[in-house]
């Protein structure tokens, strides 16, 4: 697997988590519609951190 399709998937699987963290009480699979939980945090969280390592190590491949 190249470098790039390596960050390609942290992006995509980075945006998924966040997106689907963010909307869980939307979706139904959150617990209180009415809160933001510490689960949805630490999701998002995650999520966000493993885009931006995509984004990072793409951006890193283009330089060189």
Known sequence: MSNKS???L????GALLFVVFL???ILGLG???NAFGWK???GSAAGLLILLTGV???SKKDQD
């Open 23 to 25: 909307t869980a009480d």
């Open 31 to 33: 617990g209180d519609p």
């Open 40 to 42: 949805q945090i630490t």
């Open 10 to 13: 942290l992006i995509i699987a």
């Open 6 to 8: 390596i960050a390609m």
């Open 56 to 58: 990072w190590l793409n």
